[in-house]
């Protein structure tokens, strides 16, 4: 073999084996690894009625079920017209309900702790609650991926101060925190969505399938998304969805105009569930650029 030609077998060889470069938006696996999707995309998110003796922040209820209201449109198919998602918001959730398999999906504030509250027949604690967690949300699926139920906790007892103004100046001189930008990340988990890049501060580096998950310093396109894992004090950037959300939601519930929108892969469910959850990370001020929290 000549010079040229072994280097041309080489450069063949490293290009066949070189990581495969992972495409963007990443799904939430079961703990069997099967990706999790509901079987039929039409959903009701629920929120508290907010009593002047419990209050969130300042917030009333009508703050909270228009900032849900908001959240839940830009995954639906009016907004995105690939999609076959549908969410509404309804109120009608206790605020202190518990995060537990209830068949209804629900934003829950957690004022006075944030830590678990559900535990499996093991005694173990269903979510894995950190104190930089501004949100988590815990999905209920079956051993096939069927997502049965999901809800949102918004951790209020680390991050006491919440708007819904969108107002970014306000938002930082206030060091709140966006509630419509949090729910808008954490309605992508209920819909099956992980995060779009990874972030150190998040933890290990997931492995999705057999890829590691890019990591958000190398693709500015996947760290400013609706699903990249932080945000920051006065980030109002997941209040709209961003072209690789869109791509997930409409690759895994397209739109089907003639009605009966599917999820693609799902599967019959068995009677075992699982629990999947994540967060949303809340990133610390460092220097300029804020850190996120995760959520
Ligand atoms: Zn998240």
């Not at 001189?173 to 509630?179: C, E, I």
């Not at 972030?199 to 609706?226: F, H, M, Y």
Request: hydrophobic share 45%; proline share 7%.
């Amino acid at each position: 073999m000549t010079r040229a030609a072994a280097a041309l077998a080489l450069a063949a060889f490293a290009l066949a084996a070189a990581p495969r470069v992972a495409r963007g938006y990443t799904r939430s696996r079961n703990s069997a690894g099967v990706v999790v999707a509901w079987p039929s995309p039409q959903l009701v998110v629920h929120v508290p009625v907010l009593t002047a003796d419990r209050p969130v922040s300042l917030l009333s209820s009508d703050d909270v079920l228009a900032a849900t209201d908001a959240a839940v449109a830009i995954w639906s198919h009016d907004q995105v017209a690939c999609t076959g998602v549908e969410m509404s918001a309804a109120v009608g959730a206790s605020r202190d309900a518990l995060a537990e398999k209830d068949d209804q999906n629900n934003v829950i504030f957690r004022v006075d702790s944030w830590s678990p509250q559900v535990f499996d027949e093991m005694g173990l604690p269903l979510g894995d609650y950190e104190p930089n967690q501004l949100a988590l949300t815990s999905a209920w699926v079956t051993k096939s991926g069927k997502i049965l139920d999901a809800d949102i906790e918004i951790n209020v007892f680390n991050y006491p101060v919440w708007e819904v103004s969108g107002d970014m100046s306000r938002l930082v001189s206030d060091a709140a925190f966006d509630l419509q930008n949090t729910l808008s990340h954490e309605l992508g988990h209920v819909l099956g969505l992980d995060h779009s890049c990874w972030d150190p501060v998040t933890g290990p580096r997931p492995i999705d399938g057999d890829v590691p998950r890019p990591a958000c310093a190398d693709d500015p396109t996947l760290a400013e998304a609706t699903m990249a894992p932080t945000a920051f004090v006065g980030d109002v950037g997941k209040r709209v969805l961003h072209d690789d959300d869109r791509k997930g939601i409409c690759d895994v519930y397209p739109f089907d105009p003639g009605g009966g929108c599917a999820a693609a892969g799902g599967a019959a469910g068995t009677p075992a569930l699982l629990a999947v959850a994540l967060a949303l990370l809340a990133a610390v001020h460092r220097g300029r650029r804020a850190r996120p929290a995760q959520a």
